[in-house]
């Protein structure tokens, strides 16, 4: 059971949300009374509450989610409030529904996107992992950072070929390290205001890391927002490259480090918006008579469920017609499924772009 101390400030987040009029946040709309008594004075087996779910989102009343998972089994102890929240968001994921199991498919079916390279600057491919037994951010210790740190070095450090590299540590790193990793946008920083208030940067930089290869084309966040950020990426739109690299990367770190998954929801990490196949397949594209068509441009990419943003990511400008396109779609499909669908919407702009011309 949590404690009085905690019962009395989940009370007095629950009265600010119901104040906040003007709060759209899911958290706010699917978080009402009867659930709230319901979940209250729950505790997962390694002490997190409902504040550890929903502080960052009564902190900050302009989330558009508001909550995090504190640890694995939050999402089943909580489940009445996060199941409605990761329906919402994740269009189409019914709380009967049940995500299917890992399956990366013909690797040799992803193809470049671009042959000729007169559109896509470059192409991503990442995922998020957890690894089994520890919890997420707001309730890990220093030691148990330090220990994953440890554990994904050694495990890093022992991958072969076109994956083997360098593990660099945050915690002393030289300025010029740190340049250069900046430089090459490799850098990650503490987090945001809205991971502060989830108690998601304690201890900084104790544990966090990041370790790359030798041509820069795979790259592992450790201890960011998630245990790991498993990374894929080079220029030019050779997806199937890209693809393939991923998904050897993960097979071989899976052999070595188990990871947390759920029967219904697929693979676990910190946020909610964030699970089932954790994938996301980008590119960075350029598409300047699309671009002045804007309406056109997101018909095409609602046919094939895809996110546009500007070139710096979310709410940002497209600079000089340069968008981020991913696929939107995480739960409910294969990983297959989610980069297929993202490769044929890339594949059908550029046709509708040349056509343009």
């Given amino acids: 059971m949590a404690d009085a101390a905690t019962i009395a400030k989940l009370e007095e987040g629950f009265k600010k949300l119901e104040a906040a009029t003007d709060c759209k946040s899911l958290l706010k709309k699917y978080l009402t009374k009867s659930v709230f008594d319901q979940l209250k004075d729950k505790k997962t087996d390694l002490g997190a509450t409902l504040l550890d779910v929903i502080q960052s989102g009564v902190e900050n009343l302009d989330s558009g989610v508001g909550v995090y998972a504190p640890d694995a089994q939050a999402y089943t102890l909580f489940a009445p409030l996060f199941d409605p929240i990761i329906e919402d968001y994740h269009k189409g994921f019914k709380q009967t529904d049940k995500h299917p199991n890992k399956d990366f498919g013909d690797v040799n079916q992803f193809v470049n996107v671009d042959p000729d390279g007169k559109f896509v600057i470059s192409t991503r491919v990442r995922c998020g992992r957890s690894m089994e037994g520890y919890p997420f951010n707001p309730c890990l210790t220093e030691a148990q950072y330090k220990e994953m740190e440890s554990k994904v070095s050694s495990t890093l450090s022992s991958l072969e070929g ?66 790991l950020r498993i990374i894929s990426m080079q220029m030019g739109g050779d997806l199937g490259q890209v693809y393939r690299r991923l998904v050897s990367a993960v097979n071989e770190i899976e052999k070595r480090v188990p990871f947390s998954h759920h029967d219904r929801l697929g693979f676990l990490t910190f946020c ?64 297959y499924q989610a980069v297929k669908e993202m490769q044929d919407g890339i594949i059908e702009l550029i046709k509708i772009e040349k056509e343009m011309q």
């Fill in 162 to 227: 076109g994956l083997k590299d360098t593990y660099f540590p945050l915690t002393g790193m030289t300025k010029e390290v740190q340049q250069k990793l900046i430089d090459d946008h490799f850098l990650f920083k503490e987090g945001d205001r809205f991971l502060q208030a989830a108690n998601a940067c304690r201890y900084w930089p104790t544990g966090r890391g990041i370790y790359h290869n030798d041509n820069k084309t795979f790259l592992v966040w450790c201890n960011e927002e998630d245990h």
């Fill in 272 to 335: 909610p918006t964030n699970l089932g196949t954790t994938v996301r397949a980008s590119v960075h594209i350029k598409l300047p008579k699309l671009a002045a068509n804007r309406e056109k441009l997101e018909e095409v990419a609602g046919k094939y469920s895809l996110q546009v943003r500007g070139t710096r990511g979310e709410h940002t400008e497209a600079e000089g017609g340069v968008y981020d396109i991913s696929n939107k779609r995480r739960m409910g499909l294969t990983e």
